[in-house]
């Protein structure tokens, strides 16, 4: 690991260097995780506060990772499951990686906390590694998972965490960059259509959009046209992903 580290920081300063949007950043980040053997990965960040205080909306997230994923996503915040997240608690008391598998033997859960590991399970997490990087004003972590149970999992996250934590605090500095630019808001600021709300709140439920005419009184048509616009909106590839953003944005709170 050591003989080549100099040449991929490098290739990654450049990437960072080069980014002209977030999902620049992004791309950069996931480029390297996965030459490391990750799955993927979420960064997030929300003022310094207690997480029974964080309201659905409030954290900025960026994330990466299999396609499938995104429904996990869309279950935990739109349920505010990050409030109640053992591992995101040590997140805002800790100052050095740590694993969830590290960690869990020695927690007492509650039934909700228990809840969370068993979505993880479903969804083939595993292996996982949080990077706490916070700041006086700000709660920011970078958590990086595997899928499955694949060989080796304990002594990659082992080798490869000094580098990530490097990795980890120069893309902090570069996303902050962006939202210093008033990114992080510009989700929050965006308008939609009373319809377009339904429509968005029948799909989080899994009608399609012959079923969500028929509840509201429209036609079929009607409905691609505001799911449509839904998805322009959100910058979104597909329902699933729609409804993970409106979820960790705020728009869907059950």
């Known amino acids: 690991m050591a003989d080549t580290e100099q040449g991929p920081d490098l290739e990654f300063e450049k990437l960072v260097a080069d980014a002209i949007s977030l999902d620049d950043l992004g791309d950069a980040l996931e480029y390297k995780v996965r030459a490391m053997g990750y799955a993927g990965y979420v960064y997030y960040t929300h003022r310094r506060k207690p997480l029974d205080e964080i309201v659905a909306g409030e954290p900025f997230v960026l994330s990466r990772g299999p396609g499938f994923l995104k429904a996990f996503e869309a279950i935990y915040y739109s349920r505010g499951m990050f409030r109640y997240d053992p591992m995101l608690q040590l997140v805002t008391e800790r100052y050095l990686p740590f694993t969830t598998l590290g960690e869990r033997s020695q927690m007492t859960l509650t039934r909700r906390q228990r809840w969370i590991w068993a979505l993880e399970k479903r969804f083939g997490i595993k292996y996982d590694l949080f990077i706490p990087m916070n700041t006086p004003l700000r709660t920011q972590a970078l958590y990086l998972f595997m899928l499955g149970d694949p060989p080796n999992a304990a002594e990659i996250i082992a080798s490869t965490t000094s580098e990530l934590h490097r990795l980890a605090l120069r893309f ?13 808001d510009e989700l929050a ?4 259509s009373r319809r377009e709300q339904e429509c968005l709140a029948w799909m989080s439920k899994g009608r399609s959009n012959g079923e969500i005419g028929e509840i509201l009184g429209i036609s079929e048509r009607t409905v691609k046209f505001h799911v449509a616009n839904l998805m322009k909106k959100l910058n979104a590839a597909n329902r699933t992903e729609a409804i993970a953003i409106a979820a960790r944005s705020g728009w869907l709170t059950n």
């Open 172 to 184: 902090t500095v570069s996303v902050a960059d962006f939202l210093v630019l008033g990114q992080e």
């Open 189 to 192: 600021g965006m308008m939609f």
